[in-house]
């Protein structure tokens, strides 16, 4: 059975650091598109960053862009997002993703497995 499971979220106040953790098994996802999704209340699922298999490449959503880090460790199947400068428009459910392409990143659609979320409280 695959599974996601994502660990670090939690209360913090505007302009602190949180990182989240993503734990996958299941099966190898050395070969998979990883990344992070977020829902806040009364929106949509929305992407914010995702990472090449090797790791090599990353993309991020503008709204995170310089703030957000992520990262793979493919030896441990772990994804990571370490987020910096946090504000209050970042509160929200984050979800790791998996797939398969690097293609069509902002649609959530086109991701084949997620993780069951971590809610990330940002105070102002």
């Known amino acids: 059975q695959v599974q996601l499971v994502e660990s670090g979220g939690g209360l913090v106040q505007a302009g602190g650091s949180l990182r989240l953790s993503c734990a996958a098994s299941?099966?190898?996802?050395?070969?998979?598109?990883m990344g992070w999704f977020r829902q806040a209340p009364e929106k949509e699922r929305e992407f914010v960053a995702a990472?090449?298999?090797?790791?090599?490449?990353?993309r991020y959503d503008d709204s995170v862009k310089g703030r957000f880090t992520i990262s793979r460790d493919n030896a441990k199947n772990m994804v990571y997002l370490q987020m910096n400068s946090l504000k209050a428009e970042d509160t929200a459910v984050y979800y790791c993703?998996?797939?398969?392409?690097?293609?069509?990143?902002?649609?959530?659609?086109?991701?084949?497995?997620w993780g069951q979320g971590t809610q990330v409280t940002v105070s102002s």
């Open positions: 299941g099966r190898t996802f050395r070969r998979d598109v």
């Open positions: 993703v998996a797939r398969s392409t690097w293609e069509l990143l902002y649609s959530a659609r086109t991701y084949d497995y």
């Open positions: 990472i090449t298999w090797g790791g090599d490449s990353a």
